[in-house]
């Protein structure tokens, strides 16, 4: 119930923050608007990127090192997992839609343009959302605190809006699209499916051979 309930709030923060409109729009849902190009300070591209690649190489290291024996191991284990089934998933969609992002047209209706077009869904926002998803449901009983990573994907998601990555109906599909496949990846019983087909000395962990 608690996860559900900071699913609901951190997408309302993106949808309210993430819509300072600059002028009207429409787009998906209503949700759109052209907002002023901003990349400054904590919006600035380079923090994003520092943001998207710690988690990722962050994420990929700790699951190394600790191997599938414990309990933190087996959860980065399953956040690859779950960035792994929501890339794939959001990469499919952008062909799919080849919606134009803000930084090509000030219009958030303009969907099927073909190659180069690929604004919704978010691709980061879904993966930071990926990451951490696993992480919060694994410890939120033992360390309520753990429900800030959940701010992580919503700076994200902010960001990209604010440098014209994407529209607001972009981030907030990828946050959700993140979240269910860290939720489905959490709730498998089985060992984490990257980790089944990794080498045995991986699924130990390098901690064991140091």
Do not use: C
């Not at 690649?53 to 962050?58: A, S, W």
């Not at 109906?169 to 269910?180: C, H, T």
Request: aromatic share 12%; glycine share 10%; no cysteine.
């Amino acid at each position: 119930m608690k996860f559900r309930f900071a699913i609901l709030t951190a997408t309302s923060i993106v949808a309210l923050s993430a819509a300072t409109a600059a002028r009207a729009g429409s787009g998906l849902l209503g949700l759109d608007r052209y907002v002023t190009y901003d990349n400054s300070g904590i919006w600035a591209r380079h923090y994003q990127m520092a943001l998207f690649n710690t988690l990722l190489v962050g994420g990929a290291a700790a699951a190394l090192w600790e191997g599938g024996d414990t309990r933190f191991g087996r959860t980065m284990w399953k956040s690859i997992d779950a960035t792994l089934v929501g890339g794939v998933t959001t990469q499919v969609m952008k062909v799919t839609f080849s919606r134009s992002r803000p930084s090509q047209t000030t219009d958030p209706n303009q969907w099927f343009q073909g190659s180069g077009h690929e604004s919704f869904p978010s691709g980061e926002v879904t993966v930071v959302s990926a990451m951490v998803t696993p992480v919060i449901l694994e410890y939120r009983h033992d360390h309520p605190s753990v429900y800030a990573l959940g701010l992580l994907p919503v700076y994200d998601a902010i960001a990209r809006v604010k440098v014209h990555g994407h529209w607001q109906s972009d981030v907030i599909a990828g946050f959700a699209i993140g979240s269910a496949a860290g939720y489905f990846m959490f709730q498998r019983q089985s060992m984490p499916f990257t980790l089944s087909v990794m080498p045995h000395s991986i699924q130990v962990g390098w901690s064991k051979r140091f």
